[in-house]
């Protein structure tokens, strides 16, 4: 990854409502999630929510689609990963102690208390 693009995606993640936006995202795969069911679950209104789900997807890391009436937004698994190999591979040329404090038991614990009630 560029340092440029490397540079976009981590200020896009860079604050408290889109880094909550990726936790809410992430559980939900390629099936996503509609932007008013987003903004509910992260209780933002119609025009911060479009201004997070902007920075994500110009900073290459959510996917928009359209469907009937609803756009659809879920993660750039390859944004994603390519942001983080490029700080684990060539910021931190993968220093095993960094490497070691990437794991995670349970990946999905924080992330479900952002799911909308059904």
């Known amino acids: 990854m560029e340092r440029s693009k490397a540079l976009t995606a981590l ?22 999630l509609a932007a008013g069911d987003i903004g509910r679950a992260l209780g933002l209104s119609a025009s911060r929510l479009s201004f997070h789900l902007a920075a994500l997807e110009q900073a ?21 990963g390519r942001t983080i190999a490029f700080l684990l591979n060539d910021c931190c040329m993968d220093h095993p102690e960094v490497r070691a404090c990437c794991r995670r038991a349970d990946p999905t614990a924080d992330a479900v208390s952002l799911l909308p009630a059904s």
């Open 11 to 32: 200020a896009a993640l860079s604050h408290e409502a889109r880094l909550d936006l990726i936790r809410l995202l992430i559980p939900l795969g390629a099936a996503g």
């Open 60 to 80: 290459g890391l959510l996917h928009s689609r359209r469907v009937a009436r609803n756009v659809i937004y879920s993660v750039d698994a390859g944004g994603m």
